[in-house]
């Protein structure tokens, strides 16, 4: 996180926000972000996976994103153990099946898949 505050520092943007946040709930407003990253987040939210990510999708505004990067579901000497893993079709199940969609998925080397998932527009 120092890091990521060292480079946000650095940059022309002054759109982005760090929140760090040790609670159980997001500390954000409904529809307030216009995109969102998760990259190995979603494997630890083991309790209720699909309840986490409805919440995510509630932060995004109209015609906003959600993009995933998480660990491939297969033994490794690095990352998290088996047991917490989803191969990638089962993240793309704990999504709504009404209200968003799906625009890209990929392999990210043998380690990591990436989806990107839209909230449908406020026309819709």
């Known amino acids: ?3 990521l ?3 946000l520092e650095k940059s022309p943007h002054d759109n982005i926000v760090l929140i760090k946040s040790d609670e159980k709930k997001l ?3 409904a529809e307030s972000l ?3 990253i998760m990259v190995c987040v979603l494997h630890e939210a083991a309790e209720d996976r699909k309840d986490f990510l409805i919440k995510v999708f509630a932060l995004l505004k109209p015609d906003g994103w959600l ?3 998480d660990w491939v579901k ?3 000497t690095v990352g998290p153990p088996l047991s917490e893993r989803l191969d990638m079709n089962e993240a793309i199940a704990l999504a709504p099946k009404r ?3 799906l625009e890209k998925q990929q392999a990210l080397g043998d380690k990591h898949y990436f989806l990107l998932w839209r909230k449908a527009g406020s026309e819709q």
Do not use: Y
Request: aromatic share 0%; hydrophobic share 45%.
């Open 34 to 36: 216009d995109g969102a």
């Open 99 to 101: 209200g968003v969609r």
């Open 74 to 76: 297969k033994e490794m």
């Open 67 to 69: 993009a995933v990067v």
């Open 5 to 7: 505050e060292g480079k």
């Open 27 to 29: 500390p954000l407003k």
């Open 1 to 3: 996180l120092k890091a």
